[in-house]
């Protein structure tokens, strides 16, 4: 899983300079972009070819996945979070187990259909790859929103959501590299797969999160403190480690700098600013949604970060 997104797109924007012996990236001139030196006429003119036939081919259909990717993938997604739920043992079976096989499965398929392919739209099998491509897609976009309007028990609603975020990352990568195919020349390439690699990284760590709460879940008992949440994990964990008695403000604020540290100074806040944080560190109890915790929390920063504050 740790693999999404490994491949590559058999696809050539750039020649070989006489002068430097590397590959340069075909522009608007037909000359080396570091040294000027002419390169090769037909090299250059058989590379503007294919990618005018590429975008003829294969542009418009691009745009408008690109275009329903934005309306489906840009965050903060948003989750429903009223109607009646499955059971958390069939949501569990029937959605989780599932969408996480659906991650997988894209994966494997989309480098599939871009390792068996050159894109010249010449080739008999090139469009019918393209079409499966989009499908592929077009029908992962529409699992993220399925997901979204899917309401899960309170037991695997972190995870849920969670995995609803990996998903949406993971589709977002796959059509920023899709990309590639109807790009103009090697800047738009980079520009797009950097996007690609943004989107997998994203897709990885909700991965990991998502995991991280199922393991958790695992092995906790069911009628234990502890909920399918990463932060109940932190609240509770303290609470059970303090004996369940007050603790001294240094230690509270203690908590809370750990348990935010990914909040840009918080680590460095004074212990009487950083217990104010407490009540949203036990309420992330409750929110089970660690992205949900940060916001929050990220929110009583401003105010704690306000003139009258300080
Ligand atoms: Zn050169």
Same mark, same amino acid.
């Given at each position: *899983?740790? %693999?999404?997104?490994?491949?590559?797109? @058999?696809?050539?924007?750039?020649?070989?300079?006489?002068?430097? @012996?590397?590959?340069?990236?075909?522009? +608007?001139?037909?000359?080396?972009?570091?040294?000027?030196?002419?390169?090769?006429? @037909?090299?250059?003119?058989?590379?503007?070819?294919?990618?005018?036939?590429?975008?003829?081919?294969?542009?418009?259909?691009?745009?408008?996945?690109?275009?329903?990717?934005?309306?489906?993938?840009?965050?903060?997604?948003?989750?429903?979070?009223?109607?009646?739920?499955?059971?958390?043992?069939?949501?569990?079976?029937?959605?989780?187990?599932?969408?996480?096989?659906?991650?997988?499965?894209?994966?494997?398929?989309?480098?599939?259909?871009?390792?068996?392919?050159?894109?010249?739209?010449?080739?008999?099998?090139?469009?019918?790859?393209?079409?499966?491509?989009?499908?592929?897609? /077009?029908?992962?976009?529409?699992?993220?929103?399925?997901?979204?309007?899917? *309401?899960?028990?309170? %037991? $695997?609603?972190?995870?849920?959501?969670?995995?609803?975020?990996?998903?949406?990352?993971?589709?977002? +990568?796959?059509?920023? *590299?899709?990309?590639?195919?109807?790009?103009?020349?090697? /800047?738009?390439?980079?520009?797009?797969?950097?996007?690609?690699?943004?989107?997998?990284?994203?897709?990885?760590?909700?991965?990991?999160?998502?995991?991280?709460?199922?393991?958790?879940? *695992?092995?906790?008992?069911? /009628?234990?403190?502890?909920?399918?949440?990463?932060?109940?994990?932190?609240?509770?964990?303290? $609470?059970?480690?303090?004996?369940?008695?007050?603790?001294?403000?240094?230690?509270?604020?203690?908590?809370?700098?750990?348990?935010?540290?990914?909040?840009?100074?918080?680590?460095?806040?004074?212990? !009487?600013?950083?217990?104010?944080?407490?009540?949203?560190?036990?309420?992330?109890?409750?929110?089970?949604?660690?992205?949900?915790?940060?916001?929050?929390?990220?929110?009583?920063? !401003?105010?704690? /970060?306000?003139?009258?504050?300080?």
């Amino acid at each position: *899983m740790s %693999d999404i997104g490994e491949y590559s797109f @058999n696809l050539v924007f750039s020649a070989l300079c006489p002068n430097c @012996n590397e590959l340069r990236p075909v522009k +608007g001139s037909d000359k080396c972009p570091i040294c000027s030196a002419l390169l090769d006429v @037909n090299t250059v003119a058989a590379i503007r070819k294919s990618i005018h036939k590429r975008r003829q081919a294969f542009k418009v259909r691009l745009s408008r996945l690109t275009q329903r990717m934005h309306e489906v993938t840009d965050g903060p997604l948003e989750f429903k979070s009223q109607g009646m739920p499955l059971k958390p043992e069939d949501h569990f079976t029937n959605v989780i187990v599932p969408a996480k096989q659906a991650l997988l499965s894209l994966d494997e398929d989309v480098a599939r259909i871009v390792n068996s392919q050159d894109w010249n739209p010449d080739q008999p099998n090139c469009i019918k790859a393209f079409t499966k491509l989009i499908r592929l897609l /077009d029908d992962a976009l529409a699992a993220v929103t399925a997901l979204q309007e899917t *309401m899960p028990p309170l %037991d $695997w609603r972190a995870v849920h959501r969670e995995l609803t975020r990996a998903t949406a990352s993971s589709v977002r +990568g796959h059509i920023f *590299m899709t990309l590639t195919i109807s790009a103009l020349d090697a /800047d738009e390439v980079t520009k797009v797969q950097t996007n690609g690699t943004l989107a997998f990284a994203d897709a990885k760590e909700h991965i990991k999160r998502a995991n991280g709460i199922v393991e958790l879940a *695992m092995r906790l008992p069911a /009628d234990g403190p502890f909920q399918a949440d990463g932060s109940l994990d932190i609240a509770s964990l303290t $609470w059970s480690s303090i004996g369940n008695k007050s603790i001294p403000i240094t230690r509270g604020a203690e908590i809370v700098r750990k348990a935010f540290s990914q909040i840009i100074g918080v680590s460095t806040l004074p212990d !009487e600013q950083a217990v104010m944080l407490l009540p949203t560190l036990a309420l992330g109890a409750r929110a089970i949604d660690h992205t949900m915790v940060v916001e929050l929390a990220t929110s009583l920063r !401003e105010i704690l /970060d306000s003139p009258e504050n300080t």
